[in-house]
T-cell receptor, first 113, second 112 residues
Framework: GAVVSQHPSWVICKSGTSVKIECRSL??????MFWYRQFPKQSLMLMAT?????????EQGVEKDKFLINHASLTLSTLTVTSAHPEDSSFYIC?????????FGSGTRLTVV | AQSVTQPDIHITVSEGASLELRCNYS??????LFWYVQSPGQGLQLLLK??????LVQGIKGFEAEFKRSQSSFNLRKPSVHWSDAAEYFC??????????FGAGTRLTVKP
């Protein structure tokens, strides 16, 4: 079946630094990828939708200058958390769509100290 | 407003008992419907999905779900729960092949 690889699985960074999270579709081409954030004991909240070769569409309340999304190829999307702060600590999950199938990465636990 | 609702935040059942987790959606047209399970600190595992056709959908791990258009519901069921089923369960919808939206989740506790 379809596999989405997400790296790193966990990362600890200092406040004020930037962190990049990668999401790769390993055996299929994903025209659309999605980025979600999940705070402890809460649901997944959609942050943004990215289409290959175009700018990402951000959900209301998500700062596009803080959460930079790049979808440079049909198999790779990256999320960069810029100038991270402790309140950005969360579980970030990507999803890649192929037709009507949605495949999720295993998630990235970000802790900002 | 368009939404997906899981009315039960937390459910506790005894091992071997039957289970039903509720999911209701509010969209103009019937969206694609999904159920996922998530163990603590882990990613999502797809249990089953419904696009069209037979309204009773069979999934993995002995789960099934029934789509009821008249009730805008897609409830998840399992006839006999195992201790390993304890986890967080999310109902998700995709309206008109758009992005996927999740319900708030239902935490399942299984008593021995």
């Amino acid at each position: 079946g379809a596999v989405v690889s997400q790296h790193p699985s966990w990362v600890i960074c200092k406040s004020g630094t930037s962190v990049k999270i990668e999401c790769r579709s390993l055996d299929f081409q994903a025209t659309t990828m999605f980025w979600y954030r999940q705070f402890p004991k809460q649901s997944l909240m959609l942050m943004a939708t990215s289409n290959e070769g175009s700018k990402a569409t951000y959900e209301q309340g998500v700062e596009k200058d803080k959460f930079l999304i790049n979808h440079a190829s049909l198999t790779l999307s990256t999320l960069t958390v810029t100038s991270a702060h402790p309140e950005d600590s969360s579980f970030y999950i990507c999803s890649a769509r192929q037709g009507a199938d949605y495949t999720f990465g295993s998630g990235t636990r970000l802790t900002v100290v | 407003a368009q939404s997906v609702t899981q009315p039960d935040i937390h459910i506790t059942v005894s091992e071997g008992a039957s289970l039903e987790l509720r999911c209701n959606y509010s969209y103009g047209a019937t969206p694609y419907l999904f159920w996922y399970v998530q163990s603590p600190g882990q990613g999502l595992q797809l249990l089953l999905k419904y696009f069209s056709g037979d309204t009773l959908v069979q999934g993995i791990k002995g789960f099934e779900a029934e789509f009821k258009r008249s009730q805008s519901s897609f409830n998840l069921r399992k006839p006999s729960v195992h201790w390993s089923d304890a986890a967080e369960y999310f109902c998700a919808v995709v309206p008109l092949q758009n992005d996927m939206r999740f319900g708030a989740g239902t935490r399942l506790t299984v008593k021995p």
